[in-house]
């Protein structure tokens, strides 16, 4: 439901009597769900309601969304067995309740861009509980200047996501995430295969705090794009060696600015096949 991609299959129903028996008995026809207005999140409900069983993928975008119609769509979702691929890139309005998310059983796709207001909620991870979404494969978080999250509700995030293979994580200048944390256990994401990191500004700054606590021994493949200052060259060679003793890294690609950084850095890689370095 959205102005441009979902509209054909509300168009080719109104075609004719076959055709409208055709798309309305076919779910494969409305499990895509784009929200990007009001008038987007009044479809959603009914793309829902017409894809039957089969599994969807929701993505909702924009910012002056109507909070009422955003809190529905978000509970017809969040609480849907169905979801496989769900991407938040909205602003909530103040003054929203964040919706929990209650059953993410099969999502294998998640998108969120930190806000002033979280949409959605996630139960606190505990040790030796099943993340509430055990299917869940990739995980791209984007953090910016608008972020209001603390440390310890994004490092919550983090945990619930930590069996993931691919991390995607964008720092746009947060200005706000101190390291509260009062303990000092490592994250361990043991399945994680790839990951990508970008930071702009003082993200760099959060890029750190996040490797100096992660470990990683399944890595394969490593991206920073970052001005790479000291202190986070050195937290990246800490991680690197902490998570490969015999580092299983293949592929590793760097932006930074001087030779010694780049040999602190490949001194920590030592069965590379594939290392690149750029310039900031």
């Known amino acids: 439901?959205?102005?441009?991609?979902?509209?054909?299959?509300?168009?080719?129903?109104?075609?004719?009597?076959?055709?409208?028996?055709?798309?309305?008995?076919?779910?494969?026809?409305?499990?895509r769900i784009q929200c990007y207005s009001n008038h987007?999140?009044?479809l959603a409900l009914l793309w829902l309601q017409r894809s039957q069983n089969a599994v969807i993928d929701v993505e909702i975008y924009g910012e002056s969304l109507n909070s009422t119609l955003l809190r529905d769509v978000l509970l017809q979702t969040l609480s849907n067995p169905r979801l496989r691929k769900l991407t938040l890139e909205t602003v909530a309005p103040?003054?929203?309740?964040?919706?929990?998310?209650?059953?993410?059983?099969?999502?294998?796709?998640?998108?969120?861009?930190?806000?002033?207001?979280?949409?959605?909620?996630?139960p606190q991870f505990q040790p030796g509980q099943q993340s509430i979404a055990p299917m869940l494969r990739r995980l791209d978080l984007t953090l910016d200047k608008s972020t209001k999250q603390t440390q310890r509700e994004i490092w919550g995030l983090l945990?619930?996501?930590?069996?993931?293979?691919?991390?995607?994580?964008?720092?746009?200048?947060p200005d706000n995430l101190e390291d509260n944390r009062s303990d000092d256990h490592l994250l361990v994401f043991k399945n994680l295969q790839s990951m990508r990191l970008c930071a702009i500004g003082k993200g760099g700054n959060y890029i750190q705090q996040l490797l100096q606590r992660m470990e990683a021994p399944s890595l394969v493949s490593l991206y920073l794009d970052a001005h790479l200052v000291d202190p986070l060259a050195e937290a990246i060679q800490?991680?690197?060696?902490?998570?490969?003793?015999?580092?299983?890294v293949r592929k590793a690609y760097f932006r930074m600015y001087k030779r010694m950084t780049q040999e602190k850095i490949f001194e920590a890689l030592p069965g590379v096949t594939e290392l690149r370095f750029g310039n900031v």
Request: positive net charge.
């Open 159 to 173: 945990e619930q996501c930590s069996h993931v293979k691919e991390l995607l994580l964008s720092a746009r200048s």
């Open 94 to 122: 103040e003054g929203f309740q964040p919706v929990a998310a209650m059953d993410l059983s099969n999502l294998v796709d998640l998108c969120v861009t930190l806000g002033r207001v979280l949409p959605f909620t996630i």
């Open 40 to 42: 987007a999140l009044v």
């Open 238 to 248: 800490r991680f690197l060696t902490r998570s490969h003793f015999g580092s299983p």
């Open 1 to 31: 439901p959205s102005s441009h991609h979902n509209s054909a299959p509300l168009n080719l129903s109104r075609t004719c009597r076959r055709w409208r028996y055709l798309m309305l008995t076919n779910a494969r026809f409305w499990v």
